[in-house]
T-cell receptor
Framework: QKEVEQNSGPLSVPEGAIASLNCTYS??????FFWYRQYSGKSPELIMS????GDKEDGRFTAQLNKASQYVSLLIRDSQPSDSATYLC????????FGGGTRLMVKP | KAGVTQTPRYLIKTRGQQVTLSCSPI?????VSWYQQTPGQGLQFLFE???????NKGNFPGRFSGRQFSNSRSEMNVSTLELGDSALYLC???????????FGQGTRLTVV
């Protein structure tokens, strides 16, 4: 059973701070890794993808991948109240497997 | 480029009825996956189709079925609806399971 684990939260950070979200996965054969953001009542929105070890930056978002340790993380710099949402980690191999999501709350 | 389109957006059905949901993927995408999302649960994988073939199936009863057409559009069917089937049903399309998957707006099914 391929598993993707996330702390459900809520993770509460003040506005302007860095939010750090983490995810671990069980399948060493996984090849692609994604972060989705989901607002309440809406569908998931893809915000980051990463395929190789290291960091990938896109605006205020940085995804980090460590295949040896089987974890992937998402950093959100200068967090804004509009970033308050549930963040889903997804791992791709022969199918895409999602974690349960971490709820992020950014307080003004 | 048009996104993933799911129809209908909202549906209310009675226990025992059946329902068919539709998903039109992004043009060029051949992989379509279906997920069920309920309050307190994560995204639960239903099945994935690629070029009209079901490649993967989640742990759902046989009442849940799907198919994909030659134009990559996909449908899922739920027969003999139960109250517990009330959920947001999401469709995602991608070039393959290794590439970015994009979700439609979902169909919110309520079973009464």
């Amino acid at each position: 059973q391929k598993e993707v684990e996330q702390n459900s939260g809520p993770l509460s950070v003040p506005e302007g701070a860095i939010a750090s979200l983490n995810c671990t996965y069980s399948d060493r054969g996984s090849q692609s890794f994604f972060w989705y953001r989901q607002y309440s009542g809406k569908s998931p929105e893809l915000i980051m993808s990463i395929y190789s070890n290291g960091d990938k930056e896109d605006g205020r978002f940085t995804a980090q991948l460590n295949k040896a340790s089987q974890y992937v993380s998402l950093l959100i710099r200068d967090s804004q109240p509009s970033d308050s949402a549930t963040y889903l980690c997804a791992v791709g191999g022969n199918m895409l497997t999602f974690g349960g999501g971490t709820r992020l709350m950014v307080k003004p | 480029k048009a996104g993933v389109t799911q129809t209908p957006r909202y549906l209310i059905k009675t226990r025992g009825q059946q329902v068919t949901l539709s998903c039109s993927p992004i043009s060029g995408h051949r992989s379509v996956s279906w997920y069920q999302q309920t309050p307190g649960q994560g995204l639960q994988f239903l099945f994935e189709y690629f070029s009209e073939t079901q490649r993967n199936k989640g742990n759902f009863p046989g009442r849940f079925s799907g198919r994909q057409f030659s134009n990559s559009r996909s449908e899922m069917n739920v027969s003999t609806l139960e109250l517990g089937d009330s959920a947001l049903y999401l469709c995602a399309s991608s070039l393959s399971t290794l590439t970015k998957a994009f979700f439609g707006q979902g169909t919110r099914l309520t079973v009464v």
